[in-house]
């Protein structure tokens, strides 16, 4: 499999040209787009993350995960949590001013990564001791236990099904004064989504392209050879459990402070099924293929909902696209761009072969 070889050159060459038109197209995106398209877009950026997060677990070691919601879960309640008691206890008005708020969104967002890191260090322990359905399983139990805790509100802290509601205000940093969050023109949360997708994106290509990465391949291909080679495969799992969780937990730490609101809904099963859809559509064996599913996911929801009678039966539409993307696409959409690239080149190759002779 090219696997390793295709991720390993994805930066070289022409391609940086064409990550580089990318990453300006999205730079200048919120100039030409309306407010929600603009919202709508930061949203598809997380969800990016989110779903290539899942699938250093999925596509590069092996192991589905069916409870990954509950570290946005999780980083949600962090967050708020931050926003609403910690720093109004702690003052934060006074000790920094005008950028009591930014203080108090950096905060959250470290809080969120390690409330979500720290899950995944336990519940990653417990899951990796199965393998195979067994492990789906006990993933999907621990995302439902803490479902059920939140909605259950004990001793008040998340509210039960209403959740927890915030809103990042005015901050005044040197003068200039901007929102962090607004409802109406969400542009400058839009280019904080940009700047951490760009930099959670690197690192996870960089973790994928390193030794732990081809380590973790290793194990997906075959765990009971990369044991004999001496590789503790249950370590590495665990390790590649912890990454995807706090990564994810990066992205629930985003996403919560946009939908101004964190509800035991966030840990359901249902939501831990948008990355595992977003990473089929995409193509598992492509480091940008959960990316490209996450836009196509998120889009063509979007687009159904333009249509009222397809919105009442939007699950038979969505199951519709995905299974045509399985029969006819080879590993997903990005798996079907590189053939289609591929016959593309063939094509022209053959047509220049005669007038070369």
């Not at 509100?153 to 005044?172: E, P, R």
């Amino acid at each position: 499999m090219s696997f390793g070889v295709t991720d390993r050159l994805a930066l070289d060459g022409g391609n940086r040209i064409w990550y580089g038109i990318a990453l300006a197209f999205l730079v200048v995106m919120p100039f030409v787009l309306p407010p929600f398209q603009t919202k709508l877009l930061a949203e598809v950026l997380i969800f990016g993350i989110f779903a290539t997060a899942f699938n250093l677990l999925y596509g590069y070691t092996g192991l589905l995960s069916f409870g990954h919601a509950m570290f946005i879960a999780t980083a949600g309640y962090g967050v708020a949590k931050v926003v609403r008691v910690v720093a109004p206890a702690l003052n934060f008005p006074e000790l920094f001013g005008g950028a009591s708020l930014l203080v108090t969104f950096v905060l959250a967002i470290i809080v969120g990564v390690l409330v979500a890191t720290l899950f995944a260090v336990f519940i990653g322990y417990l899951s990796v001791q199965l393998t195979d359905i067994y492990f789906a399983l006990i993933t999907l139990s621990f995302s439902m236990a803490i479902y059920y805790l939140a909605l259950a509100n004990i001793g008040g802290f998340t509210n039960g099904s209403d959740g927890l509601t915030f809103l990042l205000g005015d901050v005044n940093l040197f003068g200039l004064q901007f929102e962090i969050v607004n409802i109406v023109d969400p542009t400058v949360y839009y280019y904080i989504v940009f700047v951490v997708f760009v930099g959670a994106m690197y690192a996870l290509w960089r973790i994928v392209n390193s030794p732990f990465g081809m380590t973790c391949r290793a194990i997906r291909e075959n765990p009971d050879r990369a044991e004999a080679m001496g590789i503790n495969v249950t370590r590495h799992s665990w390790v590649a459990f912890i990454i995807s969780g706090a990564f994810s937990g990066l992205a629930g730490s985003i996403l919560i402070p946009l939908l101004t609101n964190v509800n035991p809904d966030h840990a359901y099963w249902t939501s831990s099924a948008d990355p595992v859809i977003m990473t089929v559509l995409g193509g598992p064996y492509s480091f940008l293929g959960p990316l490209a599913g996450a836009f196509t996911y998120r889009y063509l929801r979007w687009g159904v909902s333009r249509f009222p009678a397809l919105e009442a039966h939007w699950q038979l539409v969505m199951g519709f696209i995905i299974l045509l993307v399985v029969l006819f696409f080879n590993e997903g959409i990005a798996g079907g761009l590189k053939s289609i690239r591929a016959w593309v080149l063939g094509r022209v190759g053959g047509d220049r072969a005669p007038s070369a002779d």
